[in-house]
């Protein structure tokens, strides 16, 4: 009798967990699509041009995507990348971290959200700014930004584009390297001192390792404001960045 039960525990266990595993998976794709179907609405399509004049435009409607959530405060797009989000920050009564595990409608679970800390100001103005995102194995989210250590991508696709509700902004992606895992801002004290912007370049252009590609053409004075697009490797204590600098 005794065994029988045990039995019947742990079958029970077993469905609990494979029924879990079914919903985490559902939900997951459901707010993948939900992002997918957000990005459709707000885009038109690119000109495969490398001229940014000649680049067309998102239409961002900010106001929609307020009511959907208030912590909205920018997009983020790559053309020709899957990357074409919502950009976060949590609010006062949020914890620094919330959009680590909170989806652009404030559900808890993943894919979660691009978002900033709280130290980096919404109009971009900072001299550093830092997006998170996860590294998604299917490929969504800051996934495709792994790409940007492949041969010629960053040459084929120098670009991002921030649409924030006062214009848009863009920056010309001059490196992608694996880094160490402390939080960029604080470890350089919010980069009050700007010298510390080509302190941060210049620990960049010195890593040496196969995944680490920098185009030294691109040249970054204390004055630059910078993008930092940050998102997790295999390895948990590494980082993976993208960075540009501000030229519009």
């Known amino acids: 009798m005794l065994k029988k039960a045990l039995k019947w525990i742990i079958l029970i266990v ?4 494979v029924l879990s595993a079914i919903t985490v998976s ?11 179907d957000l990005a459709e609405d707000m885009s038109q399509s690119y000109n495969t041009s490398e001229s ?10 900010f106001s929609t995507l307020k009511n ?10 790559i053309p020709n990348s899957k990357i ?11 914890k620094e971290d919330y959009y680590l595990h909170h989806n652009f409608d404030g559900s808890y679970g993943l894919p979660a959200s691009i978002y900033s800390q709280k130290q980096n100001a919404k109009d971009f103005s900072d001299p550093v700014t830092v997006l998170y995102g996860h590294n998604m194995k299917d490929g969504s989210m800051f996934a495709g930004l792994h790409r940007y250590s492949e041969g010629d991508y960053m040459l084929e696709n120098p ?16 490196a992608a390297v694996s880094y160490d895992d402390r939080l960029i801002l604080e470890a350089f004290s919010d980069f009050k001192n700007t010298e510390d912007v080509v302190t941060f ?12 590609m920098v185009d030294d053409s691109v040249a970054v004075q204390e004055e630059s404001q910078l993008l ?21």
Not at 14 to 17: H, K
Not at 52 to 61: A, K
Not at 201 to 212: H, I, K
């Open 14 to 17: 077993m469905a609990i967990f």
């Open 26 to 36: 559902i939900h997951r794709t459901y707010e993948i699509q939900k992002l997918a």
């Open 52 to 61: 940014i004049s000649e680049n067309e435009e998102l239409e961002v409607d």
């Open 68 to 77: 959907l959530n208030p912590d909205i405060y920018a997009w983020i797009d």
């Open 84 to 94: 074409s989000f919502p950009v976060l920050q949590s609010g006062e009564n949020r």
């Open 159 to 174: 670009y991002v584009y921030i649409y924030t509700e006062s214009g848009i902004l863009v920056y010309e992606i001059f």
């Open 201 to 212: 370049t210049e620990e960049l252009r010195n890593l040496q390792g196969d995944a680490d």
């Open 228 to 248: 930092v697009l940050s998102t997790c490797e295999k390895d948990r204590d590494r980082r993976f960045l993208v960075v540009g600098k501000r030229i519009r």
